[in-house]
């Protein structure tokens, strides 16, 4: 099921408890940009399906990237591209984003998503795998 853009931003502000959808709107952009780099194929296809579109196309048209990040620097990468962001703000920012992204996602999609991404994703997404 696809989210609406208004039901999507509206979960990630509340969230990252976000004074306004701008705030939101702005981590949603550069998390999903991010992690689409590191998705290929028909899971990132199926984790566009569920995003709102003008966010399925951020996923889906990634930067490229050079290597895969760990979740330490995928976060520092997500610090970089927020304006005023520290480390401590930006792993808020990825997990409101991703937790929401989670909700969207079947268990199996989210198992395969987890398995293209470097080890402790899992915790990033909110949904912690047990060992």
Do not use: C
Request: net charge negative.
């Amino acid at each position: 099921m696809t989210l609406r853009w208004d039901a999507f931003i509206e979960r990630v502000r509340e969230r990252g408890e976000y004074g306004s959808r701008d705030e939101a709107d702005r981590a949603a952009r550069v998390v999903l940009a991010l992690l689409g780099a590191h998705l290929v194929g028909e899971d990132r296809a199926r984790v566009a399906a569920g995003l709102p579109e003008a966010y399925a196309l951020i996923l889906l048209n990634p930067l490229r990237a050079a290597e895969p990040l760990d979740p330490q620097r995928f976060v520092r990468a997500t610090a970089a591209w927020i304006e005023g962001a520290t480390e401590a703000t930006a792993r808020w920012d990825v997990s409101a984003v991703l937790s929401v992204v989670a909700d969207s996602l079947d268990d199996e999609v989210l198992r395969r998503v987890l398995l293209q991404l470097p080890p402790g994703y899992d915790l990033l997404f909110g949904r912690p795998q047990e060992a």
